[in-house]
């Protein structure tokens, strides 16, 4: 019997909570270290299925700025996290941009929009 024990901090609060997954034979046979069951299941997310939100800039011309801050709807698998930076660094919008605009629809296919996170008015920058 192979037994392991993978570590994670918590960081659903500033508490960082040292979390424990324990597997035999490749199965999950315990979690321990959460003070509350948002950790046992970010414990279990981030063992079984680690994901993250992508928050970064893409280029705009004709804006008030040069650059358009945006976000993922939803957290991507954290494999394809690289991917889709990769993807976002080809895009260029145009103002005016409202909150909330699809920057790119399913990006990837995974099924996650890539939103804008502010207004960009036109403006006499780039
Ligand atoms: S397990 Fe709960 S209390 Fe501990 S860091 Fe995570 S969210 Fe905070």
Same mark, same amino acid.
């Given at each position: 019997?192979?037994?392991?024990? =993978? $570590?994670?901090?918590? &960081?659903?609060?500033?508490?960082?909570? !040292? %979390?424990? #997954?324990?597997?035999?034979? @490749?199965?999950?046979?315990?979690?321990?270290?959460?003070?509350?069951?948002?950790?046992?299941?970010?414990?279990?997310?981030?063992?079984?299925?680690?994901?993250?939100?992508? =928050? $970064?800039?893409?280029? &705009?011309?004709?804006?008030?700025?040069? !650059? %358009?801050? #945006?976000?993922?709807?939803? @957290?991507?698998?954290?494999?394809?996290?690289?991917?889709?930076?990769?993807?976002?660094?080809?895009?260029?919008?145009?103002?005016?941009?409202?909150?909330?605009?699809?920057?790119?629809?399913?990006?990837?296919?995974?099924?996650?929009?890539?939103?804008?996170?502010?207004?960009?008015?036109?403006?006499?920058?780039?």
């Amino acid at each position: 019997m192979t037994s392991t024990i =993978t $570590t994670y901090l918590c &960081i659903g609060c500033p508490l960082g909570c !040292r %979390l424990e #997954v324990e597997e035999e034979d @490749a199965q999950i046979v315990a979690v321990r270290g959460f003070s509350c069951k948002r950790g046992e299941e970010y414990a279990l997310q981030e063992h079984t299925d680690p994901r993250r939100m992508v =928050t $970064t800039t893409v280029a &705009i011309t004709n804006g008030r700025w040069a !650059r %358009l801050p #945006v976000k993922t709807t939803a @957290a991507v698998p954290k494999e394809h996290e690289r991917a889709v930076y990769a993807a976002l660094r080809s895009v260029v919008m145009r103002a005016p941009i409202r909150l909330g605009d699809v920057v790119v629809g399913n990006i990837r296919g995974l099924g996650v929009d890539v939103v804008a996170t502010r207004d960009m008015s036109e403006g006499d920058g780039v």
